[in-house]
């Protein structure tokens, strides 16, 4: 088992940044793969970014390419999301997921381990 708690969510002003972070615990290294997805009220929950098991290889929704960096810290079983020009439209509830690939995988069923999410909201 896979535990993952996210962290660093709160309340910015439009064009502020947030570095969202979370923590895996348990056997991590049997889920490797690791990204940031995002639930909107009302909405489906969307790829927000992905990063390869080493670090090497990242990919991003459209929406927030250019503006966010997912990076991974494995000494310190941690991944980040530095959110930077920060949108109203960003706003949500950001979880962090985990999977047994080595790639970099935008679908939600390619993750089988989530965190409990954390709320990002940005003011206009």
């Known amino acids: 088992q896979v535990q993952l708690v996210e962290s660093g969510g709160g309340l910015v002003q439009a064009g502020g940044s947030l570095r969202l972070s979370c923590a895996a615990s348990g056997r991590t290294s049997s889920s490797p793969a690791m990204g940031w997805f995002r639930q909107a009220p009302g909405k489906e929950r969307e790829f927000v970014a992905a990063?390869?098991?080493?670090?090497?290889?990242?990919r991003y929704a459209d929406s927030v390419k250019g503006r966010f960096t997912i990076s991974r810290d494995n000494a310190k079983s941690t991944v980040y999301l530095q959110m930077n020009s920060l949108k109203p439209e960003d706003t949500a509830v950001y979880y962090c997921?985990?999977?047994?690939?080595?790639?970099?995988?935008?679908?939600?069923?390619?993750?089988?381990?989530w965190g409990q999410g954390t709320q990002v909201t940005v003011s206009s």
């Open positions: 990063v390869s098991w080493d670090g090497g290889s990242t």
């Open positions: 997921a985990a999977g047994s690939g080595f790639g970099v995988y935008a679908f939600a069923s390619l993750y089988n381990y």
